[in-house]
Nanobody
């Protein structure tokens, strides 16, 4: 069982920045595939970014160049640095984990991940 706890959400003006954090339990965090997804009201959960040493780092086209996913394996934490925020980035942001044995599924899809956090709300005002 892997527990994920997100933090760092809030209200920010368009053009501003936020950094989300996701703290994970487990002694083999460095081997997890970690992803960030977001879900706006009335919409499906949407891929944002994913990273691991096994698969590399990937971003959704909508956030490429503005968002950066990173991880500190010593702290069992993955981050999402969000810059140049837009009102359309408003959503509940979730982190997700795929611990070993890895699914090697499509990590842009929620089904590839076994564990999810509760989410943190990001609201970008225009």
């Amino acid at each position: 069982q892997v527990r994920l706890v997100e933090s760092g959400g809030g209200l920010v003006q368009a053009g501003g920045s936020l950094r989300l954090s996701c703290a994970a339990s487990g002694s083999t965090f460095s081997t997890y595939v970690m992803g960030w997804f977001r879900q706006a009201p009335g919409k499906e959960r949407e891929f944002v970014a994913t990273t691991s040493s096994a698969i590399g780092t990937y971003y959704a086209d909508s956030v490429k160049g503005r968002f950066t996913i990173s991880r500190d394996n010593g702290k069992n934490t993955v981050y999402l640095q969000m810059n140049s925020l837009k009102p359309e980035d408003t959503a509940n942001y979730y982190c997700a984990a795929d611990p070993p044995p890895l699914s090697y599924g499509d990590y842009r899809r929620p089904s590839a991940y076994d564990y999810w956090g509760q989410g943190t709300q990001v609201t970008v005002s225009s």
